[in-house]
């Protein structure tokens, strides 16, 4: 029903940024949420940032507040996640996904509430 492509990951030094993409597919793109997880080395994956279906509203973990911004261009169907003063410990697989209804959770946001995933991009950060 959904698809999802990511892209923009890459090896960056600690400091930099990048600027992670997410294609999506689907009519009702407009009407989902959007969220960013990742997945370290050895972790479980772990929430990252949602962005509600007007791109009004956002979350984000507390680890990224103030670094990252999550955005979005309903008209392109696509999802962003700008990544700035990026340290080693973002390093990881980040992935992007939607419940793939207009409801939404609130709390502790889990991978388990999220239906549709995209493959994930590697994301590497050096000291």
């Known amino acids: 029903q959904v698809q999802l492509v990511e892209s923009g990951g890459g090896l960056v030094q600690a400091g930099g940024s990048l600027r992670l993409s997410c294609a999506a597919s689907?009519?009702?793109?407009?009407?989902?949420?959007m969220a960013w997880f990742r997945q370290a080395p050895g972790k479980e994956r772990e929430f990252v940032a949602r962005i509600s279906w007007s791109g009004l509203s956002t979350v984000y973990t507390d680890s990224v507040k103030g670094r990252f911004t999550i955005s979005r261009d309903n008209a392109k169907n696509m999802v962003y996640l700008q990544m700035n003063s990026l340290e080693p410990e973002d390093t990881a697989i980040y992935y992007c996904?939607?419940?793939?209804?207009?409801?939404?959770?609130?709390?502790?946001?889990?991978?388990?509430?999220?239906?549709?995933w995209g493959q994930g991009t590697q994301v590497t950060v050096s000291s």
């Open positions: 689907g009519r009702a793109f407009s009407s989902y949420s």
């Open positions: 996904a939607t419940r793939g209804t207009t409801t939404e959770t609130t709390g502790i946001i889990l991978p388990s509430d999220y239906r549709y």
